[in-house]
């Protein structure tokens, strides 16, 4: 590669995070105004407030440090998040398939895996309730019975992240296999080829399958509803994200437009064997599958309950199954 292709290369990946970031700071936007306030029947937020101006405004607040046994880090795992992210979306770049083990099927599970992971150490890590200690011993007398453990209600939110992370991400991984089924390789330049020959993965029986189960593990990696079990009422339904103030606040609102993004290009790369790069009209293909998954995600949740346990197991169990038959259909 000459330095001509290297600055080119440079240049399309920067433009690509650039456009990534420009359109994620709206479909907060678009999920709250056009479908969750259409549906509710009310007028709802400007469309740059929950992904935009949000942001701003808390970048603005006055910094709390929250009662934590490792507050820097702690209030650095959102900014992991992003950048975790930020990974994601080159990894699956055409212009770094030439790194082979690097643009592959294992980093991305990987990093994946990591993102989730986050979310444990979020709840794990905070000791307070609303970023302030308690003012006073929350025992009553007389209360106390010797032998029984006492926990903070992040630690519940620790609990809960582990569970999604043991259990409730399978939909989405076994999704992600499907492609590599069909194109015998896990490497993304090999599955984005195949569908340059064979046509789109979604095209097909297992591809169709596969895709209702991606979307399905979407939602779950999003804790949108009704898969939503880190945010419970128990948590002020913020979950593990509820001690985070000013701009550490900020960062959780950006990392969560561009994980959608990143979510869509991701299945847009694997399913249609398009993805992200500057360079090429198809990157509008995955601006408009952001838009598509921002939509669909929000009309599913605004008509959804919230699962129990004892409803999101099964659910989770069923859609995996379905996963496993569209990878064995793949073979047929």
Not at 97 to 117: D, N
Not at 227 to 236: G, N, P, Q, Y
Request: with cysteine; hydrophobic share 55%; net charge positive.
């Amino acid at each position: 590669m000459t330095i001509v292709d290297s600055l080119i290369a440079l240049t399309a990946v920067i433009g690509t995070l650039i456009v990534a970031f420009v359109v994620s700071v709206w479909l907060p936007g678009v999920e709250r105004k056009f479908i969750h306030a259409r549906i509710q029947q009310r007028i709802g937020p400007p469309i740059s407030s929950p992904g935009l101006m949000s942001p701003i405004k808390f970048f603005f607040k006055e910094i709390i440090n929250p009662n934590s046994p490792m507050p820097r880090l702690y209030n650095s795992i959102p900014l992991i998040g992003i950048i975790i992210t930020i990974f994601l979306l080159i990894i699956i770049m055409p212009q770094l398939y030439p790194l082979a083990a690097f643009a592959s099927i294992i980093a991305l599970v990987g990093l994946l895996k990591v993102e989730e992971i986050l979310y444990m150490f979020m709840g794990a890590l905070s000791k307070s309730v609303l970023s302030l200690k308690m003012p006073f011993p929350d025992v009553v007398k007389g209360a106390k019975h010797p032998d029984v453990p006492r926990s903070f209600v992040e630690e519940l939110s620790a609990m809960r992240a582990f569970r999604l992370i043991a259990f409730g991400s399978f939909p989405i991984y076994i999704a992600i296999f499907v492609p590599v089924a069909m194109a015998s390789s896990i490497f993304l330049s090999d599955i984005v080829s195949y569908q340059q020959v064979h046509g789109p993965v979604l095209f097909s029986l297992s591809g169709i399958l596969g895709a209702i189960v991606f979307f399905i593990g979407f939602m779950i990696l999003l804790n949108e509803y009704p898969f939503s079990i880190l945010k419970t009422k128990a948590d002020v339904i913020e979950g593990p994200l509820l001690e985070y103030a000013s701009k550490y606040r900020a960062y959780v609102y950006i990392s969560r437009g561009l994980l959608i993004f990143v979510l869509s290009s991701i299945f847009c790369t694997l399913f249609l064997g398009i993805p992200p790069n500057l360079l090429s009209w198809t990157i509008l293909v995955n601006i408009l599958m952001a838009f598509i998954f921002t939509i669909l995600m929000a009309v599913v949740s605004a008509f959804s309950p919230i699962f129990t346990f004892k409803q999101f197991y099964p659910v989770v169990a069923g859609v995996s199954v379905l996963g496993i038959l569209a990878i064995i259909a793949s073979f047929l």
